[in-house]
């Protein structure tokens, strides 16, 4: 007969078992592990040597206690190096302009973040400034912060804070970035602990772009290897704006200038968005960082080690003699044509360089470049696929409620729209049917201003056109036309899907997380029928395209004419300049020509840009009764366009014109700087710009200050504008001469369009030669008779 043990004490029977025997067994270890007295004592986590293995040395290290448990894959970090540093990285330079919108009860929002190539990170913190509902359960309620898809923190939600900014600081883990990095912030939201609608409006949050990363960064030693260009003097992997100085000893000639331009440009064009600025060094290289010298052969630099000699155009990376970190690019030659040559080599070649040194034996001249060919904007020739202006991932959105697709454009200024349709957009596109959503849309929009919206069919629907037309549910297409007022240098497409949430009932409706939303790379926009045909002075064009030198994307039709006797902001100011054509074209200037006003007469058929620091620019003077407004040491005087003109335009609605019939003349010391378009007095159809400040140290603020306001609604235009600060005024806007070509009836229809009294005079003229012409005819006809 068995007998039967009562189930619930068998297990804590068992247990008391196994733990005495457990304990017995590990005392008996215990105590044969005791060392002899004088012995070492081994730490815990190394075994006892087996029996019959040699004795350890007395002289040998053991290792020491554990270190702190990481997480799976993450590394110990080493101690910081010398010449560690911290600095901060907002949210808008990572590209949320207008920060991170959080939405519904998952909404999720990200950046991407990258350290550069020359840095190794140490650490990282995360400072948030955001808000969020106050219909939140704190319970339930918080905001995830996401590195690379992993959990940094959580932060809770407290109803005490809502609906007010709060702040909060993240420690991001160091170790778990890699060289590209995506950091994400996502709202987990609930309002009721009953059923809840996913997509109600009260699940809100937003991070502010003033968020920023603070990054604890040491330097990282490269080796001088050209085949590193353009890093580290530009990584692209730095959103910050880049800063590069540039150091000219020696002798400035106009071939160094043009040298030093060629390369503004170049970098310019690789920062791109992010601006570029130059500060100019005239023989020290700067303490601390990258730096590029441009040297002659007998010019010499405090420091800089003893170089090979320099037998032709030669470029060569090297260490900056104040800074082991540092590098410094040599631009080398034994003149100044060589010292271009290298320059030139540098700009349209860089990607084929390696070795410490490198001396250019040939560089074979592209092909001349055409008007309004540059490679950043719009081809004028042909349709242009969305794919060639954006990846695919960019024109790809996820979610109920997903953030615009945004296309960003680059035109050549002058679009002449005058009775023209607009630009057509050829737009295919894909989307997630939705069952019983009847009024989801796709809203198209141009610079923010609706141009139409697109039904997007439920899913009961799209099956039966696909059916019936042959193509698939998910994709359809339209033909737009975008009006060319919307579409200045600067220029965008929005996309913007809205989706109709069908509600099912209380306690039925859910998020599946399936709506997918793309634009097809295969849509175009087609500006090849459009003609170029621009209405100057505009320094808006100036501004954002650095129109009309950027016509040619070398800047072949281009002259610089520098103030007498230029100092460092002077040369500094140009550099900027030249960056931000580079910017604009995306090509450098590698023709660009440098003069001083003494050699105004040999360049009439060029377009002038013309630079003034104070009283150090004789054209000024000599063109005085032609400049809306000058400055002097301290004495101002300027054209103003009256408020009547501003109010309405001008006298020509069609150009918007402000002309100028109001002047003023004043004395003050203030810093500022004014901008001026005019016709070059040289040569009719060329034009000429104006960049003077009455102080030295106000040109390249003056320039910072153009390139900054780009995308705000105080940018440069018209005539004439005013810098004070980072303010800008535009006091007048004159259209007195245009830049480009017409089609031969266009341009018939456009001339007679704004003289209708002489259409008028010439069509009575050309009635009354009819007439005169029909009545001799007639009259000889009639005589002809009476003699038969």
Same mark, same amino acid.
């Given at each position: 007969m068995t007998s039967k043990v009562d189930a619930p004490l068998f297990p804590s029977m068992r247990q008391r078992l196994g733990s005495a025997l457990a304990a017995a067994l590990l005392g008996m270890a215990g105590a044969h592990a005791q060392p002899a007295p004088g012995e070492p004592s081994l730490p815990a986590d190394i075994p006892p040597a087996p029996l019959g293995a040699p004795a350890l040395p007395a002289d040998t290290a053991l290792p020491g206690p554990p270190g702190p448990l990481l997480p799976y894959g993450l590394q110990p970090q080493p101690e910081p190096l010398p010449g560690?540093?911290?600095?901060?990285?907002? #949210?808008?330079?990572?590209?949320?302009?207008n920060g991170l919108a959080l939405r519904g009860v998952d909404g999720r929002q990200g950046v991407p973040l990258s350290i550069r190539s020359d840095e190794r990170?140490?650490?990282?913190?995360?400072?948030?400034?955001?808000?969020?509902?106050?219909?939140l359960l704190p319970e339930l309620s918080h905001i995830k912060v996401l590195l690379n898809d992993e959990l940094a923190a959580s932060i809770a939600l407290p109803q005490e804070d809502a609906g007010a900014p709060a702040t909060h600081e993240v420690e991001l883990p160091a170790g778990a970035f890699v060289d590209f990095n995506r950091l994400e912030t996502q709202l987990i939201g609930h309002y009721t602990l009953r059923c809840e609608d996913p997509v109600h409006s009260s699940l809100w949050a937003d991070v502010s772009s003033r968020s920023a990363v603070e990054l604890t960064v040491e330097p990282l030693e490269l080796p001088n290897n050209l085949a590193l260009l353009p890093r580290p003097f530009f990584d692209e992997r730095d959103p910050r704006a880049l800063a590069l100085p540039i150091v000219l000893p020696g002798a400035l000639d106009t071939s160094r200038l043009e040298s030093a331009g060629i390369i503004a440009s170049w970098f310019g064009a690789l920062a791109s968005y992010r601006g570029a600025r130059f500060p100019v060094s005239e023989g020290r290289v700067p303490e601390q960082g990258h730096a590029v010298v441009i040297l002659g052969r007998d010019d010499t630099l405090a420091g800089l080690p003893p170089l090979p000699p320099v037998t032709g155009p030669t470029l060569s990376m090297v260490q900056n003699p104040n800074d082991r970190y540092g590098k410094l690019l040599l631009v080398m030659g034994r003149d100044g044509d060589e010292i271009k040559q290298a320059a030139r080599a540098l700009a349209l070649a860089s990607r084929t360089l390696s070795g410490q040194t490198a001396l250019v034996t040939g560089l074979s001249e592209p092909a001349p470049r055409r008007p309004f060919d540059a490679p950043n904007w719009l081809r004028t020739d042909r349709p242009v696929r969305f794919g060639e202006l954006a990846s695919e991932q960019a024109l790809n959105a996820a979610g109920h409620r997903p953030g615009p697709i945004q296309l960003d454009l680059r035109l050549p200024p002058g679009l002449f729209g005058w009775r023209s349709e607009g630009v057509p957009v050829e737009l295919k596109y894909r989307y997630t049917p939705r069952p019983g959503a009847e009024q989801s849309t796709l809203q198209v929009m141009a610079g923010h201003q609706l141009l139409r919206a697109l039904p997007l069919t439920s899913a009961s629907q799209a099956q039966a056109y696909s059916k019936v037309l042959g193509v698939p549910a998910s994709q359809a297409s339209a033909s737009l036309r975008v009006p060319t007022y919307l579409l200045p240098a600067l220029a965008s497409l929005q996309f913007q899907y809205v989706y109709e949430y069908a509600k099912l009932g209380e306690c039925q409706n859910s998020i599946i $997380?399936?709506?997918?939303?793309?634009? $097809?790379?295969?849509?175009?926009?087609?500006?090849?029928?459009?003609p170029l045909y621009a209405a100057m002075p505009d320094l808006a064009a100036f501004g954002e395209a650095g129109f009309p030198f950027t016509r040619m994307a070398d800047l072949s039709e281009t002259a610089v004419i520098l103030p007498e006797n230029p100092s460092a902001d002077d040369y500094s100011a140009y550099l900027d300049l030249m960056g931000l054509m580079g910017e604009s074209t995306g090509y450098? *200037?590698?023709?660009?020509?440098?003069?001083?006003?003494g050699q105004i007469e040999q360049l009439r058929r060029k377009d002038l840009l013309v630079l003034a620091s104070g009283d150090n620019q004789p054209l000024l003077a000599q063109w005085r009764d032609r400049l809306p407004g000058s400055f002097a040491a301290n004495d101002k005087r300027f054209s103003l366009a009256s408020w009547m003109a501003r109010?309405?335009?001008?006298?020509?609605?069609?150009?918007?014109?402000?002309?100028a019939d109001q002047r003023i003349e004043f004395s003050s010391s203030g810093a500022s700087a004014i901008f001026a378009g005019l016709e070059s007095p040289l040569s009719s159809g060329r034009s000429v710009v104006v960049v003077s400040a009455n102080q030295p140290q106000g040109l390249p603020a003056a320039v910072a200050a153009v390139q900054q306001a780009r995308h705000r609604d105080d940018k440069l235009r018209g005539s004439l504008a005013v810098v004070r600060g980072e303010r800008i005024d535009s006091l007048a806007a004159e259209q007195t001469y245009?830049?480009?070509?017409?089609p031969f009836w266009t341009a018939l229809q456009w001339f007679f369009a704004g003289r209708p009294l002489l259409l008028v005079l010439i069509a009575f *003229?050309?009635?009354?030669?009819?007439? *005169? #012409? #029909?009545?001799?005819?007639?009259?000889a006809r009639a005589q002809r008779r009476l003699r038969d």
């Open positions: 560690t540093r911290t600095y901060p990285i907002t #949210l808008h330079e990572l590209g949320a302009r990170l140490v650490g990282a913190r995360l400072k948030l400034e955001y808000g969020y509902s106050p219909a $997380d399936n709506v997918r939303s793309a634009i $097809d790379p295969d849509s175009t926009i087609d500006i090849s029928g459009i450098p *200037a590698t023709h660009v020509t440098v003069a001083q006003a109010a309405f335009g001008g006298d020509d609605p069609r150009e918007r014109r402000a002309p245009y830049v480009g070509s017409l *003229a050309g009635a009354v030669i009819l007439g *005169a #012409l #029909l009545y001799l005819s007639l009259r």
